[in-house]
């Protein structure tokens, strides 16, 4: 009988600190690391080069770290089945370790028939925990107290190094030309796990100080917030350690300011695996309603014109377009812009969430799918549970862009005849959008579901602090992606 032979595979964990599934490679005499460039992946409709680039950049330090240590990473092209069925030929491995993923509809398929693949293989599966999201939630009573408890455990050490296979040696990465995929319109930022440590301890060591106010403007959001989330979203840095440091930080500083800047960044650190946990027990909200009574409210009267004009940074109210223009050229923003983007496709042009939100999973280098769909549904006024948020973007702007600067960067011609007019009239449309939306939250069904989503979803069972003050027009926000990082 051949030696036990375990297969590593990553995903959104492309990282060898605290990383559970190489530490259990380690008992084994044999192993073999493997990622997979899926066609699945690549034709989502979230998925634009930028991530795909992101991912291979993340992959080349990886690569060589883990052949430092004597484990040989191969990267793969294929449906996840077919590859696993060709290498089990090649060195019939007997494990299969991997973290949990909290995806889209693709990858939740995809693990479904992994886990079949395995069973019919013999081939003992095992996946591990990464996040806070917590797999078959039974109910949120409690929540918080099971994120505090992963979040507080030891890393997951990975000492020296592995038991590689004789003879198999680090393979050459694919280029986007090889994948057939266009170069990324801008520049990316640096990739890999030395990357995101270096962001994590500038901002701990002080650039985090003034977070609480620098998050929420375009102008300091850069600079002011941790910029992490593209690298919690592949995984080059866990949650647990992001955690973990700044309460280390927190407790030791003498910096009060720079404590009670790091206090509110790390109660965003449970928001964001509260809005992921939606996904995990419910993946069909990224394709319907939270509230199913809002079913046909927008679906019926999408306009593709002012969905173009509002893609294209087009739509006559400048700190939407200059925001949308950001966007597409660093692909990222912070929070509040990206929530006033989604409240203005919603409210004031009366688009259904699903196509707005999928151009802006191609656009945000960060997406995030469990926080994502979360974020679209609820600035869209169809959770049935939140307050209906709706920005102004010329409040937004007297508040966040005061003297016009961020405007004009990046909306250089307002002012003359090559800038548009506004495209819809922003009282009327949005008179329309409250009436319809209050009527129909208002009725009885809407509220008896709106009870049952709330006991599923809610984050008061879940035991988390509140998000911010109650709700008054174009102020609160609930955290997200952009003003968590």
Known sequence: ???????????????????????????????????????????????????????????????????????????????????????????????????????????????????????????????????????????RNGWAAQWARRMNAAEAVVEGGFAGVPGLVPEALPTLRDLGLAAPAAALPPAGEAPAWHRLDSFLAGRGRDYRRALSSPLSAAEGCSRLSEHLAFGTISMRCVHQATEAVIRSTPDRGLAHALRGFAGRLRWHCHFMQKLEDEPQIEFRNFARACDGLREESFDRERFEAWCAGRTGYPMVDACMRQLRATGWINFRMRAMLVSFAAYHLWLHWREPGLFLARQFLDFEPGIHWSQMQMQSGTTGINTLRIYSPAKQARDHDPAGAYVRRWVPEIGSPAYPEPIVDERAALAAARERLYALRHGDEARREADAIQARHGSLRSGLPPSGKPMRRGRAVAPGQGDLF
Do not use: N
């Not at 330090?61 to 294929?78: Q, T, W």
């Open 1 to 139: 009988m051949s030696e036990p032979l375990a297969l590593v595979w990553f995903k959104r964990d492309l990282r060898v600190r605290d990383h559970q599934p190489l530490v259990q490679a380690q008992t084994f005499g044999r192993s073999i690391a493997l990622f997979v460039i899926e066609p699945e992946w690549l034709a989502s409709p979230e998925c634009d080069p930028r991530h795909v680039q992101f991912a291979l950049d993340c992959l080349s330090p990886l690569r060589d770290e883990l052949a430092r240590r004597g484990l040989p990473l191969l990267v793969r092209i294929g449906t996840v089945t077919e590859v696993l069925t060709a290498l089990r030929r090649e060195f019939a491995f007997t494990h299969l370790f991997s973290h949990e993923e909290t995806g889209p509809g693709w990858s939740y398929a995809r693990d479904r028939e992994v886990a079949a693949w395995c069973r019919a293989q013999g081939v003992a599966w095992t996946e591990f925990a990464q996040t806070g999201v917590v797999r078959r939630l039974r109910t």
